[in-house]
Each structure stands twice: as C-alpha cells, then as structure tokens.
C-alpha cells in the first residue's frame, strides 16, 4: 500500500486537514483502512471480526446503504458503546471517502447558483414544516437550498458549528421545550429531526468546504466525547439515573470474577453431604458457600459550596440510586457547618428541588459562606462519632480548599480512626492539588484512599472500591497507600 | 473385546454412534475403522432446512411466525443463517430477545432448544452428565466376575450419558435453534466452556471423546447487560442490539397480538407507553406489557384511555411502588389536561 502511495504524485497536503494517502481502489483497502480508525477509537476489530465482516457482505446487496452499515456493525461492533462510537465514525469515514474521492479525480459539481433568489420567508416555512414532518429527502434538498442562500451573503464563517447555528438563528428553528414533549406544540419543532437537520446543514457546509479548500477535514478522536461528568446542577435526574443504570447492573453482579478462585472458597458441608445421597453417599462434588457481597455502611460527607456544588449534587444522587447497594446510607452536606440531607435526597428526584431544599433547610452555612472544613470534622465527629465503627465507611467529596483556615487534620484522624475505611473524593484533577489554598496534603495520610473523580468511569471505579470488588488499578494504588500509611 | 467387534460392524450401531469419535485407550486399535464415522451429513442437512433466500423473505417469514422483526434483526438474522454463526443479542428488558430466537424456530420449523442460565449454572447442567446412579448400579449388578475394562468400558458409554441442552443441540438429528438466554447471569467460567460449542459446535468428553454437530443450530444468545462479556465470546458472535421500537412498529407488534382493539385506541394506548419509558423509572414497561395492558382495555370494555381508566389499570405497564406514584403524578396529570384540551377543541 504504501509502495503504491509512493509511486503517484508527491503528497498534497491541504490547508484544512490534507488528503489521505491513497488507497488501491476497492472495497477492501477502504474497509481496512476503515477497521484501522475503528481501532485507533479503542474498538478491538480483530482478524476474526474482519474476515466475518467481509463473508457477510458477500451475503446481502450493497446497494442499501442502511444494510451496508449494518452488517458492518453487526459484524465489527460488539456492544452499545462500540456501536455508538461506530456509528459517528461511519458517517464521518465514508463521507470523507467520497469526498476525497471526489477531490482526487477532481470532479466539479454544479453548485446550486440561485441563491439570491430564494424567498427567505418561503424557505423558512417549507424547512419548518419538513422538520415537523421528519421528512428525510425533502431535509437533506432543503439544506442545500439554505446553505446556498446563506452562501451568497458572504456570511460563512469558515468555523461550521458557527455557521450551523446562524443558519438556525435566522431560519428561527426552535425546539419545543423538554417540558412539554407529550403533544408537539406549534411553537417548538422536535428535538430529533431538528438534530438530523442540524446534521445535514454540517454535512452540505462540510461538502463545500472541502471543495474550497481541497482538503479533508482533520480526523480528530472521539472517543472522549461526553464522557465526563455531567454538572449542569440542573440537570434531569433522569440522566444521571441513566449513567447509573449501568453501574448498578454492574454492581449487582459483582463477586462474580472471583468465583473461579476455589482456593479461597469454603466448602459446605451440610448442602456437600445431601449432594453425596445421590451418589450412594460418595461425596462426588463439593458444594461451596456462596460469596456473600460486602455491604457497607456509608456515611458521606458533602461539600455543596458553590466551587464544587455540581459535581457532590451529582455525586449524592449517583450513591442514592445505587442505594440498595449498600446497608445504610447517610449523606450529609456541608459549607460551613454540616447537616443531615438523607431524606432530602430520597424525596427529591430532580437537581433543582434538592439544591433548593439543601440551600432552604440545611443548616449549612453560617457566616461567611466559605468552606470551613476544620469545623465540619468537629460538628460532624460530635453528631455521629458514636455511630460510626469499624464496619462504616466515610466517604468526603470535596476539593480540601480550606479558605485559609485551620484544618483540624487530628480531628480528621480520629474520625479515620473510628471508620472502619475513609475515602476522599477530589472532584478537582490531581494536578490542582495543594495549590492554593487546597490542603489534601494534610487528610491524605488518613484516607485508605484518595481519588480524583470527574467522569463517570472514575466514579465507577470508585464505586466498586467501596462495595467490595477491586478493580486491579485503583486495587494496587490502595495497597500502596495503605503500605504507605501502615 | 468380540462383543466391541460386533458393535463396530453392526450398522445400525454404527449410525448411532455417528459423529462420536473413540478416543483414548481404544482409539489405537480402532482408529483406522472409526474414522469414517466422523463424516458428518452437514451440508446435506443444511440444505435440507428452511433457509431464506433473501432478506424481505426473512423478514416476511418471521411477520408470518408471528414477529414483525425491526431491519437490523431481519438483517442478522439473516447474516446468521447464511455465515453459521451465533448471534448475541443485548438490548433492555422486555424487547423481544427471547422472542426472536422462538420466532426464527417456528419459521425454520426447527425445534427450539433453550438453555436458561443462570448463576452458577455448570457444565453438568448445561452439557452432560454421566448418569452416576445407574453407573453404580451396573458396577454393584455386574461386580461379581467381570473384569475392570469391560465395566469401564461399559459405564462410559452413550447409555449413560444424560444429555443437557447444550448436548441436545448439537447431537440433535435436525437442524435445531439453540437459545442460550441471559449469559449474562453466568460466570466467566462458564462462557469459556462455551467457546468450543460456538466455534467449532463440537463437544469433547473425556471418556468418550469428541461429539460434532450432525447439523449446524442456529444459536441466539441473549444478554442483557449486566455484565462486560468478555471479549472471546463476542469475537465469535454477531452482534445486535434491540431496544424498545418506535411507535409505529409497536403499533403493529400491538395490533398483531391484540387485532380486537380499535386502532385508535391501541395508538394511544402505544403514545402513553412510550411517555412511561420516557420517565425516569427503576423499571420501564416491556412489550409484553403493552399487549397485556391492550388485553386489559378489552377486557374492561374501556373506550379511551383517561385518568380514571389509567390509574385502574396502570399496575400492568408499572410495576414499582415508587414507579407508580411518579408515573400517577406525571403521566395522570397529563391525561387530564389532555382530556381537558380535547373537549374544548371540539
């Protein structure tokens, strides 16, 4: 391949993102090449899964396109989230074939030219009524026709999201309001068609941008998407019950990696003796003890300071969903001074009801309204010091910025002490730590383990930690803390 | 050791033992003679079963069977019975994973084998097991006066073995489909012993020695997520994922099972299901429960569905305490100002 790159013209590399090496012609170098992104995304597309891929496509006409891609997902992409990451850079990779194609062979295409032509206001009511239609045909032409018309005005910005948005601005695309998703009103147009034209739109300024420039746009990961946290404190709950879903089957499952290690099982010999009846009173097979899951008791703390509010908010909800997870389950929240939130959290089901009610009836600001973290582990040791023993958990969300005052870290000790483990979740990345005014430095040495928590797979992590499997990182930066503190 | 001879040449037994190749200690002295027995009438039985032709052919089989299968179901199904390979299917709760392993086994009029994992479920329940009691019986029976290799060579054999699904499949005469569902629930040991099942649909004991597949089954696993399964399984599936369908096909799927609802109705009936699923719920109402929730409305004679109608039946799509008291305040409230809008339209 690279030979017979080698022998065509010198590499023109454009101004946008340049041209791909060329590729023999055919099917099968474009699908490799292909497989090769899927797997710089992190899918692992093994020879199996290639070979499969290309016994299927010998079975079905490739005329289809949905067909096409399908069997391709079918055969390459192994599970919901491989299937989400191909679908995205299916488009992308068969659109920038084409393209590039084009480019290559430098074909021409008659652009649409009657852009000044084109009634405004007539356009804007065909686009609104496609889109309420979710006609696909009728979407794709009149993107064209939009982006022609605003071609002619000069107005491109030469950024396409930009553009995109402009072009919605002026066609005044609204979509209805989340609230009110049961009957399509007059005003809004629904949020998935208008999705899909969004598309077009970026597809059709894409087109011509490639064009212009003779160049493909620059190939860019995706795999990191929206794969952080989400912490719009207002967010719907739904959605973080979503990102929940997940963990919890997880969860649910959990211990079931270490059955296959016998040695560490206990042999039950009561449920061994009656199985042995049925082999005239040979004990053919051992019957073992099930693994009972861990089931902790937790007590979180919570700093709902305005720094870090979305991220604990999200936080609390997340532990709360996985709630039958784990015994008992006390979350506190705290600024200033510390207050009990429990019950808030398991009345509420929306961000916005449970930041009011935590603002409204939680006593927990005082004066200034900073972070005092010194004070929260005095009220927090008086309140439920009796409680805790070496059975509880304390887990403490917080960015450790003390505002400059005494942070109590003996104080923090003792509480370590009575726990049975101690956690501290920074949702700050490590490199911020202990600058500024941040003291994680002082409570570290206390926790069984310090972790930095802003996506979803961190917290994830974190969960299993605490309800009892191990996962083998975040298993051995335990044991070299606990190494480390004795 | 006459007695094996007569075996060997005895064509009935023959046929018996076809696709069992001896292994061991015996394989030595009979090798030569046993290897023809391994030839497998595959191809001819492949040709023998319903396949489809072509995708819409499928598809229309499988509407036929009683199952409107979305495209990418017909689409792998398809791929399915044309590659031979296993398919694993994961999607929510209650989509029809199931069904479509049933429906593919009434369209290929192919006998359904289901094997129900489940924690701790083992190669003993899932692929043979030697018959222990009768094995002691014919050891106690024959002790006196037979010599150690004619009884092990007779408690190792065929008659013993009591055959479990996984077996059942592969040893089956006729083409059969095999439902592994949720192998989610399993371990990783377990999906480890299945390999060798789905990639080469052989079976290896050790006494007896290797089992193949006479005829190709047709295997649908089902998952549903609750764990990462690992990536050997997947490496030998094709994959498909089902979720809930759009209104339209649910429509159908609706007024397929349930043909005596008006239109109208199950429509709405359908619009309501889908606004449930879109709550936040700890369990989200399946088809199956639209069709149940469709049979209650005729049952009840109910003409449409309003706040009093929903909140009487609304425990068939709803089946969580805290489910329903969000589902009353959300959907109920909905219905009513629905209700409301309606009569001042007209």
Known sequence: MSEASADRTPERKGIYGGLPDPVAPGLAPQLLRFCDELRREGLKVGTAELLDAFHALREISWTDREDFREVLAATLAKSQEDRRLFEALFDRFFFNAVEAQ?????????????????DLEDLKAQIQ???????????????????????RQGESSGVIGVDVQRIRRTLELRQQSSQSQLEPDQEGLDRENLRRFEGMLRGELERALIQRTQSL???????????????????????????????????????????????????????????????????????????RPRRPEIYVLCDVSTSVTSASVFFLSVLHALHDAFRKLRSFAFVERIDEVTEIFERERTFRAISERIAREAGVSDVSGYTDYGRVWLEFAGRVGDDLDPRSTVIVLGDARTNGREPHAEMFGRISKLAGRMFWLNPEPRLYWNYGDSVMAAYEPYCNGVFECWTTKQLEQFVNVVAGRPEEPVASTLRALRGRTG | MAEDADRESDPQHHDERCGRRPKGRNHDEKGLQGSPSIIRAMSEAHQEAVAPASLDELGAGLGGAGYLASEPATLVSFLAYKLGKPVLVEGPAGVGKTELAKALSRYGERRLVRLQCYEGLDEA?????????????????EAAGTSWDDVQEDIFSPAFLMERPLMAAISAKDPVVLLIDEIDKTDQEFEAMLLEVLSDFQISIPELGVVEARTRPLVILTSNNTRELTEALKRRCLYLWLDYPEIERELEIV?????????????????????????????????????????????????????AVFERTMSIIVKHRTDLDVVAERVGVRLAEDVLGRAESR
């Open chain 1, 217 to 291: 746009p620059p190939a860019r990961p995706l795999a990191e998407l929206d794969r952080a946290l989400p912490t719009g404190p207002l967010q719907d709950l739904a959605q973080v019950h979503r990102v929940v879903a997940q963990m919890k089957r997880r969860l649910a499952t959990r211990g079931h990696e270490a059955r296959g290690r016998r040695r560490s099982q206990v042999v039950d010999v009561r449920r061994t003796m009656r199985a042995s009846l049925e082999t005239g009173g040979v004990p053919l097979r051992l019957k073992y003890r099930p693994k």
């Open chain 2, 125 to 141: 329940k899932a692929l043979y097991e030697w018959n222990y009691r009768k094995q002691l019986l014919r050891i106690q029976t």
């Open chain 1, 129 to 151: 009524d496609a889109i309420r239609q979710g006609r696909d045909g009728d979407m794709a032409d009149l993107a064209r026709l939009a982006v022609a018309a605003f071609g």
């Open chain 2, 255 to 307: 007024s397929l099972h349930v043909p005596e609802l008006p239109e109208t109705i199950s429509r709405r009936l359908i619009e309501v299901v889908h606004m449930v699923r879109g709550l936040d719920l700890k369990k989200p109402p399946s088809i199956a429960e639209s069709i149940d929730w469709a049979r209650a409305l005729i049952v009840l004679g109910a003409e449409d569905i309003d706040k």
């Open chain 1, 102 to 118: 084009v480019v290559e062979r430098g074909l021409k295409e008659e652009r649409f030219q009657g852009g000044d032509r084109i």
